[in-house]
């Protein structure tokens, strides 16, 4: 059965809850998945032994996770080696996909795609699959000052601003969506020569 290893950077539970919904969608496909934080000391040793790899993590002032850059950097080899795919969970992407208006929509996905390069240019890794995944305002668990910055942020994204309850922009339909067919594909793929 084929090893996929599922390896999340999360700030606020987001990113985690979407590697644990992609790795649902790949067990049900009768793949061998195991979800790991990129900091557990156990990681390099799974993606070792896995035969496809995802990376999911989420963006926080322009940038990725330091923990998530240093991971990809550390394993960039292992990871050409094999089919990977990373998921860039970030508030941008909802108001590429949501925002009330033309223009905020094209400003949020421009700052999508300027994301995904930073982190291009900080690693070096250039995934087969690269997907953004709008992510969720959790208004309700942030202090008072990101809070205030967020509502902010959602304004000019043209997404709702109620600070009194928290929001979820994931299209989970189109995640699972995503993950069937890179199930599939993975299926499809030769596993890794060498046996562990
Ligand atoms: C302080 C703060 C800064 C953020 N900065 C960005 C940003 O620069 N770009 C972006 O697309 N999303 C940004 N976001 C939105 C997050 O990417 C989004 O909330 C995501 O779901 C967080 O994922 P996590 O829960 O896995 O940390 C920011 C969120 C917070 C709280």
């Known amino acids: 059965m084929k090893r996929v290893g599922v390896f999340y950077a999360t700030k606020e539970g987001h990113a985690h809850k979407v590697a644990e919904r992609v790795a649902a969608a790949l067990a049900e496909r009768t793949l061998d998945v195991a979800v790991h934080d990129v900091s557990d000391v156990d990681a390099s040793a799974v993606l070792t032994q896995s035969d496809a790899a995802v990376i999911v993590g989420s963006v926080h002032l322009g940038k990725h996770e330091p923990q998530l850059i240093a991971f990809v950097k550390a394993h960039r080899l292992q990871l050409d080696a094999i089919p990977a795919t990373f998921l860039s969970v970030c508030g941008e992407q909802a108001g590429a996909e949501q925002g009330s208006t ?4 094209a400003k949020s996905a421009a700052n999508v795609s300027a994301q995904l390069q930073t982190f291009i240019d900080a690693t070096g ?11 969720a305002f959790a208004f309700t668990h ?19 601003t109620d600070t009194s309850r928290d929001y979820d922009f994931t299209n989970w339909t189109a995640l699972d969506e995503f993950s069937r067919s890179l199930a599939e594909e993975l299926k499809g793929s030769s596993e890794r020569a060498s046996p562990h």
């Open 125 to 135: 890794w250039h995934p087969r699959h690269v997907r953004p995944i709008a992510g």
């Open 102 to 105: 033309p223009e905020a929509r």
């Open 142 to 160: 942030y202090n008072a000052l990101v809070r205030w910055v967020m509502k902010r942020i959602a304004k000019r994204e043209g997404l709702p």
